[in-house]
């Protein structure tokens, strides 16, 4: 027997005689077999670059070292450092309570310089949250989260062992109420917890996009700055993220670093490509599906 004969959108199909429907010739392999896999593809793709890259992060409260990130101490041995459960949070608690010379003891990651361009002509987010532990400390790069660059926000690039650092310095209150600042842009403070227990469920963020002029500042993704030109440094030869306690005499600068991360950002033409591929697939595999739900 001759299963019957259907049309749809001029195609030509066939249907068997238990009742399942066969394609004929006149229905594409590429809607079958090839559409589901290119769409596959461009969504994982677009989520990737939406996301952008990752590319030092630290949580939780394993030791640093352990997860590749170098200490870097100075000639003093009062900075430790140990895995702490910081208000219900793991955290690595960097302490230093004395006036020792040069207590510091940073973790630094270096980057390659095809990171260090990527993150400039993409955009970067350099990202912390902390908890302040001792009271009346004050701000200071004594505690601090750092991006070290040879790039200038104007595009400009360092020669030599001078270096461009951006970053997050951190103090408290005589009532150990956390406060942030920038380093390189004067000791006052542009931001103050409204409560002790305030850090870890804080997010700080510097970014920068091309063509900005200058890094922003955002607290739990509030813009609280939008100037900052970071601080010119020398005798750096490297590249690097580093965070912890930084050199120079000041006590009560014990502090619980939760979450780091510094990460490049898509720029909005990619986002734009993303949505527009987006619009094209999604009716594509709309019609793809529905066609056969309603074979």
Do not use: C
Request: hydrophobic fraction near 40%.
């Amino acid at each position: 027997m001759t299963p019957p004969k259907i049309v749809r959108n001029g195609l030509v199909e066939s249907k068997a005689t238990n009742g399942i429907r066969a394609a004929g010739k006149g229905l594409p392999i590429f809607r079958k077999i090839f559409l589901p896999v290119i769409a596959s593809l461009f969504l994982f793709s677009a989520v990737d670059a939406l996301q952008g890259g990752v590319l030092f992060e630290y949580s939780g409260n394993a030791d640093p070292t352990l997860k590749g990130w170098t200490l870097v101490k100075g000639t003093s041995t009062r900075v430790t450092g140990a895995g702490v459960i910081s208000s219900g949070v793991p955290a690595w608690r960097i302490s230093d309570s004395t006036l020792a010379e040069d207590p510091s003891g940073t973790h630094n990651l270096t980057y390659r310089a095809t990171q260090e361009t990527d993150a400039f002509m993409e955009g970067w987010s350099l990202k912390a949250s902390v908890r302040f532990v001792d009271t009346s400390a004050s701000i200071s790069p004594q505690s601090t989260v750092n991006y070290i660059t040879r790039y200038a926000v104007d595009g400009s690039l360092l020669s030599g062992n001078n270096r461009y650092a951006y970053g997050l310095i951190f103090g408290a209150t005589n009532d150990g109420y956390l406060r942030v600042g920038l380093w390189g842009a004067g000791t006052g403070t542009l931001w103050t917890a409204t409560s002790a227990a305030d850090g870890h469920n804080i997010e700080f963020e510097l970014r920068y996009m091309p063509g900005w002029a200058g890094v922003h500042f955002y607290v739990n993704g509030e813009l609280i700055a939008d100037d900052y030109t970071g601080l010119l440094t020398t005798g750096s030869p490297d590249n690097y993220i580093s965070w912890g306690k930084g050199g120079g005499a000041a006590a009560n600068q014990t502090v619980d670093y939760s979450h780091i991360s510094f990460s490049t950002i898509p720029e909005s033409g990619t986002t734009a490509l993303i949505a527009l591929g987006l619009l094209v697939l999604i009716p594509l595999i709309y019609r793809r599906r529905h066609g056969a739900a309603r074979g």
